[in-house]
């Protein structure tokens, strides 16, 4: 649920308008899903993309606990439009928060937001929602990794998965233009698969500095999101970090068991990952 792209550079006005709110990258989460067909039980899903398989509280890169149910079921197309990948197969996905975020002092800066239901007030206590973009949490804890989110989606067929890191790519374009730029940096990482993707940005830079916000240095939510496609899977990782952490190597240790543990549960033909190894 948590997947996240930046919807930038896609045309001129894009460019010049810069980023907003981040929004879910995978848009198949099970809600959603259920709306247009039914959600299939875990084990009904391809092996691969059963979240059950994916790490546990205990590979976490810092103490965590589930910040919410797992999420899995059938795909309903790129940022929730129309135009769906009719391939797909089925997803999986946990999301996991700090410990801290909920008890120590840092809870004192996750701030549970209010939602509207039905006309009446729900208070919403999930600390990866209420993670705040800026402000003390990120100088008190400067090194510190707040949630991860791992997903693996099943396109049923390469050029689907293709397509998928295509549109990645595009609404993932770094944007340098002064005040309104949307500090999305491209990061180099060892490749996995057939492909692999990664950007980072801070989810907290409002511009205005007059300077390009590429060449600005981090200072708050600092969230990173990395992608690797195996043939017709795949994998993905976020993190939001504080601008210290080193999330890419947290990341990138996450998606090597994922795309070696996964697959040896499921038999060795479902990935071609863990064959070249």
């Known amino acids: 649920m948590h997947r996240r792209v930046l919807v930038c550079g896609l045309g001129a006005v894009a460019a010049i308008a810069g980023c907003g709110r981040t929004v879910d990258s995978f848009q198949t989460h099970a809600d959603a899903a259920s709306t247009s067909a039914p959600t299939p039980g875990i084990a009904s899903l391809p092996c691969l993309v059963r979240p059950t398989l994916l790490p546990s509280a205990a590979d ?52 549970p937001s209010t939602s509207t239901t039905s006309g009446n007030q729900a208070r ?41 890191m295509t549109q990645s790519r595009q609404s993932n374009r770094a944007n340098d233009v002064p005040i309104r730029g949307n500090l999305v940096r491209y990061v180099t990482v060892p490749n996995l698969g057939d492909d692999t993707f990664a950007t980072q940005h801070d989810r907290s830079y409002a511009g205005g500095s007059g300077e390009s916000p590429q060449l600005g240095p981090f200072v708050g939510d600092v969230y990173t999101d990395i992608q690797i496609r195996d043939g017709m899977y795949v994998y993905a990782v976020s993190i939001d970090a504080a601008p210290k952490a080193d999330a890419v190597s947290a990341a990138m240790r996450l998606l090597r068991l994922m795309t070696t543990r996964e697959p040896a549960s499921c038999g060795s033909t479902a990935s071609g990952v863990a064959r070249a190894r």
């Open 60 to 111: 976490m890169p810092v103490p965590m606990t589930r910040a919410e149910p797992l999420s899995y079921g059938p795909s309903i197309g790129y940022l929730g439009n129309t135009d769906p990948y009719p391939t797909d197969k089925g997803f999986g996905e946990v999301i996991y928060a700090w410990t801290g975020l909920t008890n120590g002092p840092a809870a004192r800066f996750d701030m």
């Open 124 to 164: 919403d206590t999930n600390p990866v929602d209420n993670l705040p973009s800026s402000g003390p949490l990120f100088t008190d804890y400067p090194a510190q990794i707040f949630d991860v989110s791992l997903e693996i989606d099943d396109f049923g067929t390469g050029p689907a998965a293709e397509r998928w």
